[in-house]
């Protein structure tokens, strides 16, 4: 029993102002010590979308370095785990609550993080370098998701990529996304033609900007309740595709989630000079603070 540690940890709701919504995080504040394969089985323990275990960083200008974690893999980069260990790094004074700008390191490099000061304050990340990459079948797609060619927009599903490749299939309206539900094993086929995993991001124009949803069983995480890394490439795929609304004022939202309960609200803004230039923000509510003996 000597041999047993504690591990502190806090669960906060991302992308939320409402507790039990928005897409849940767990973040280790101090992971001195916890190597790599406990870390992993840990973020499968927990079985969360994300849990974020920081580190020392060890790039200059970066406050910490967030190691982050699904329940089967470790990303370079992603969204709600980044706002939600921001959220933390404020509540724990490793960075005071006056700092309106701080770096965190992920694998992907720094990352920029910009602080709105409201109540509670609005969070928002620079989204990293945006590509544009694989195209793939409408008709495909659409039977991955088991719906109609008819239902999508004709526009081709394209990987869009900011650390985290996500495929994006425009659908016509709401409606046609809470209908989606992915075949994994047809996605799985499709998958095998790039060469790293990629999650199904379904998303249909609206007033506000986009209604969504993202599937990603190839990181064990079957439907995720928000996801800021794919709303960066989101966003710049809207404005090439001319799919932004235009009564909106430079700030549009992609609401996702709702269908599993989880309504989730991410704020997003595009660069008028460069539209590959997206931050991505949202509100964070803490919601458990937790002990874990190993």
């Not at 840990?42 to 970066?62: H, K, P, W």
């Not at 260990?85 to 490099?109: D, M, N, R």
Request: include cysteine.
């Amino acid at each position: 029993m000597s041999n047993q540690r504690s591990l502190r940890y806090q669960v906060v709701d991302v992308f939320t102002r409402v507790p039990l919504e928005g897409n849940a995080l767990a973040v280790f504040p101090d992971s001195h010590g916890i190597d790599d394969v406990m870390k992993q089985r840990i973020a499968r323990e927990l079985n969360l979308s994300e849990t974020v275990f920081i580190e020392e960083a060890t790039l200059s200008g970066c406050v910490k370095n967030l190691r982050i974690f699904t329940p089967l893999r470790e990303l370079s980069f992603a969204g709600h785990p980044t706002i939600g260990t921001a959220f933390v790094l404020l509540e724990k004074g490793f960075v005071p609550k006056s700092t309106k700008h701080f770096q965190v390191q992920e694998k992907i490099g720094p990352v920029a993080v910009r602080v709105e000061m409201s109540e509670p304050p609005l969070l928002w990340l620079q989204t990293p370098p945006i590509t544009f990459e694989n195209t793939f079948s409408r008709n495909v797609c659409a039977e991955i998701l088991q719906l109609d060619a008819n239902d999508l927009l004709d526009i081709d599903p394209q990987i869009v990529n900011a650390g985290n490749p996500t495929l994006l299939v425009t659908a016509k309206e709401k409606s046609v996304v809470d209908r989606a539900s992915i075949d994994v094993k047809l996605f799985s086929n499709l998958s095998g033609d790039y060469p790293e995993p990629f999650c199904l991001f379904v998303f249909a124009p609206t007033d506000e900007g986009a209604y969504s949803r993202m599937f990603a069983p190839n990181y064990g995480v079957f439907e995720d309740p928000a996801t800021g890394s794919s709303t960066g490439p989101l966003g710049a795929f809207m404005k090439r595709h001319n799919l932004l609304p235009s009564s909106a004022t430079g700030r549009f939202i992609s609401e996702q989630g709702t269908k599993m309960g989880r309504r989730s609200l991410l704020h997003f803004e595009i660069s008028e000079e460069d539209g590959n230039r997206v931050f991505v923000g949202g509100h964070v509510t803490p919601l458990i603070e937790a002990v874990m003996t190993l």
